[in-house]
């Protein structure tokens, strides 16, 4: 068995099934790979609230969340990429005129800033979270990481016409992520390889999804699970199975840590 290694997994589909569930498999894995004496960490486009529960049941302390923007290791902030609060402030006048709400998103919590709309219940509805409490003001005074925008598919254009200062990676047919221009996985990894004085090329990463392309393009151990878009798998340098058929195993097993 190889030593010394480190492993970041993606969470919704790639820790998570498509029922948003841990399999036991995978749950198993990663108590092997730890047994082993490798490091695992996560890498989602989560907030650190949104995934406590799994890190205390897989007994993980090192995350990259909001895909890059707020990383922590044992507790302790390594990176912090906040969104430019002025630019903030315009895009919330610029979402009010094209009647989309819009969630802010700290590293403690989540506020809307619309009561009732149905695509803040739909997509947020399919992480399994309520609907977030209602505070249009917010944004105002605090570091967010990452607002989700609220509208279909394509709409998002005009925004990214209009914003350089962020990036718009969609996450659901009503959703779209806000995000600092050019933070990525990928920016986050690489400040705890820094941190942690990992070796670049001991570093196995797994996703599935748009937001983990850079993750897993940029790693030299990308790992594409099969239900992954194709724009992951293109630049993957494997294919697992489907998270629902072991993928996570199949793809530990298939690089030689398992």
């Not at 108590?31 to 490798?38: E, F, I, V």
Request: proline share 5%; net charge negative; charged share 25%.
């Amino acid at each position: 068995m190889m030593k010394n290694k480190a492993v970041f997994f993606d969470i919704d589909g790639t820790l998570l099934n498509h029922d948003k569930l841990l399999p036991a498999s995978t749950k198993e894995a990663i108590a092997t790979l730890k047994a082993a004496g490798h490091f695992v960490g996560i890498a989602t486009g989560r907030a650190p609230f949104m995934f406590e529960e799994l890190r205390q049941e897989l007994e993980i302390d090192t995350f990259v969340s909001f895909n890059g923007q707020y990383v922590v290791h044992k507790e302790e902030p390594v990176l912090r990429n906040a969104l430019a609060p002025e630019a903030v402030k315009e895009l919330v006048d610029f979402a009010k005129e094209k009647d989309h709400p819009l969630v802010f998103m700290d590293h403690t919590g989540m506020r809307a800033n619309d009561t009732e709309h149905a695509y803040i219940y739909e997509a947020i509805g399919s992480l399994k979270f309520d609907y977030p409490p209602f505070d249009p003001d917010y944004y105002q005074n605090r570091a967010l990481y990452q607002t989700l925008l609220f509208c279909k598919d394509g709409e998002e254009a005009p925004y990214q016409a209009r914003f350089d200062a962020f990036d718009f990676i969609r996450w659901h047919e009503k959703s779209t992520d806000i995000l600092p221009a050019k933070g990525s996985k990928a920016k986050g990894i690489e400040a705890l390889i820094t941190k942690l004085n990992l070796n670049p090329d001991d570093v196995y990463v797994f996703g599935d999804g748009p937001n983990d392309v850079e993750m897993i393009a940029s790693s030299k151990h990308g790992i594409a699970m099969g239900n992954s878009v194709p724009q992951t798998k293109a630049v993957a340098d494997f294919v697992t199975k489907d998270v629902n058929d072991d993928g996570v195993v199949h793809g530990l097993k298939h690089v030689g840590l398992l």
